[in-house]
């Protein structure tokens, strides 16, 4: 661009080189303008400067110029033909205005009632959102809720399990740490038994043994002498045995003659023998008979009315049961005191 501007302006002043910029773009107007109609011009200047600008740009630019701008200033003529366009122009504007307002009135009623009605469903829509979004806020909050619990818990419990479990190792630990005392104390004592057990060897056991063995030479030699003493009695004893085997013997021998004689006696005077006998039996019958008596510590009677009472009583009680001895007697041996008393005696 500067090689063409010096080739094209070279020696020329400022005032020529915008004259000749001026009729450049002044050319392509004419010829832009060629291509429009009036009206076009008038309603469309945008796109008649942009045409302009476009063309005589790149031309200008050929010759070394660049174009920064171009706008239209105005636009008129001598007959007044674009001032009653104007005109026209104005009346269909203003109707268009009057259309226009009448119209955005409508369409601002019509969008003011759908905005109303939009906003209403917004503000409804907003509310069932609100609802939504606290619906889901109540549910993930109770969910994380469950789930915050569940995890407390689960530490809770996890806490627990492991202060069960460290108690349960204190614990062993410290029933190994009783063990390991027990042993130890275990092994103590088994120390002290076995040095006590020494020590009992040394001061009792042995002495005992020594006394034990005194005891038993003693025991033997008492028993010996038991032995003997025993032997001594046993041959005493063997001898009395004898002495009174003798004696039995001879008693027997002389009882065994006295009842020989007796039982010649009984042939020679037979029921004054056997009455003898009785006779010498009774008292014992009767001592017999009343020995229970002797032995009672206390008697209750009961009278009836009449009769003894009192000792005699138990008197004639004894004496009625020895006054039916002789029934008795008679009905065990056949013989009856009463007539024994009123026969003869047979003499052989």
């Known amino acids: 661009m500067l090689a063409a501007a010096c080739q094209m302006f070279l020696g020329k002043t400022e005032a020529e080189i915008a004259h000749i910029a001026l009729e450049t773009l002044e050319g392509h107007q004419r010829a832009i303008m060629a291509h429009m109609t009036v009206e076009e011009i008038y309603k469309d200047r945008q796109k008649f400067s942009e045409q302009v600008f476009k063309v005589a740009s790149s031309d200008l630019v050929n010759m070394g110029i660049s174009v920064v701008s171009y706008t239209l200033k105005d636009i008129h003529d001598d007959q007044d033909y674009l001032h009653s366009l104007g005109k026209a122009r104005t009346a269909q504007v203003q109707k268009d205005a009057r259309i226009g307002e009448a119209e955005a009135k409508r369409d601002a009623g019509i969008r003011e009632a759908k905005a109303k009605q939009e906003k209403v469903s917004a503000q409804y829509l907003s509310e069932i959102e609100m609802a939504k979004a606290q619906r889901d806020y109540e549910l993930k909050k109770a969910t994380y809720d469950i789930e915050v619990n569940t995890r407390r818990a689960q530490a809770d419990l996890a806490y627990q399990l492991q202060v069960a479990k460290t108690k349960q190792q204190i614990e062993e630990q410290r029933v190994q740490v009783q063990v390991v005392e027990r042993a130890q104390q275990v092994a103590v004592q088994e120390q002290e038994i076995a040095r006590r057990e020494k020590e009992l060897e040394a001061r009792v056991r042995k002495p005992a043994e020594a006394e034990r063995y005194r005891l038993e030479r003693l025991a033997e030699a008492e028993r010996s002498q038991l032995i003997m003493q025993a032997e001594a009695e046993a041959e005493a004893v063997r001898m009395r045995g004898e002495a009174e085997a003798f004696a039995i013997g001879a008693r027997a021998r002389a009882e065994a003659e006295q009842m020989a004689k007796k039982a010649e006696a ?57 006054s039916h001895l002789p029934e008795s007697v008679e009905r065990l041996t056949g013989i009856s005191i009463s007539q024994v008393n009123h026969k003869p005696l047979r003499t052989a």
């Open 266 to 322: 009984f042939q020679l005077y037979q029921e004054a023998a056997q009455l003898d006998m009785l006779l010498e039996k009774l008292p014992q019958v009767a001592e017999e008979i009343s020995g229970p008596l002797t032995s009672t510590k206390k008697i209750t009677l009961v009278s009836s009315g009449s009769g003894a009472v009192g000792a005699a009583k138990v008197t004639g009680e004894v004496l009625d049961i020895l």
